[in-house]
């Protein structure tokens, strides 16, 4: 990804981005360095809070990227994969029912979420819910859109 433009956040701006990661994932994202970057052929930004991506803006939202929901793990719109899924959900899939063991009963539909694994709670992808938190768990159908996941051209983004 060819970077458009880079800017450092206003305290204001850096305030806005902490207060919405904090009020869907109940984390403060501390740092003393917030950078916007803006990308030519993508349509996520991201920010890098002392030179690491850890925010990423999806539809507009900020939300914290795979590398930052490890770096600062999420209290709230959790949802835990069993072993089984890992792979999958690691490589980009959407997750199915099946594979979730937990999730947060909070999550409302259309919500962004971080997925983590049973066995560490390291964070594999980021997606948006099809279905309230509630619903999450059961024996069929695809109910999270995988938006970011370990490995994907913007986890490997260096900027």
Do not use: C, W
Not at 2 to 15: A, I, N, Y
Not at 37 to 44: G, H, I, K, R
Not at 120 to 125: F, Q, R, T
Request: hydrophobic share 40%.
């Amino acid at each position: 990804m060819q970077v458009k433009s880079r800017h450092h956040l206003r305290s204001d701006e850096v305030g806005r981005v902490r207060d919405a990661v904090e009020d869907v994932l109940g984390v403060r994202v501390e740092g003393d360095s917030f950078e916007r970057v803006e990308f030519d052929s993508a349509d996520t930004d991201l920010v890098l809070v002392d030179g690491e991506p850890l925010v990423a803006y999806f539809d507009d939202e900020p939300f914290l990227t795979v590398r930052g929901a490890n770096a600062f793990p999420p209290e709230r719109n959790v949802v835990t994969v069993d072993a089984g899924a890992v792979s999958f959900v690691s490589d980009g899939a959407d997750v199915m029912r099946p594979g979730i063991v937990d999730a947060d009963e909070s999550i409302a539909a259309g919500e962004m979420v971080v997925i983590v694994e049973e066995t560490h709670g390291k964070a594999l992808a980021v997606g948006r819910s099809r279905v309230d938190g509630a619903e999450l768990v059961g024996d069929s159908g695809k109910v999270i859109d995988s938006v970011h996941h370990v490995g994907d051209e913007l986890y490997q983004q260096t900027v």
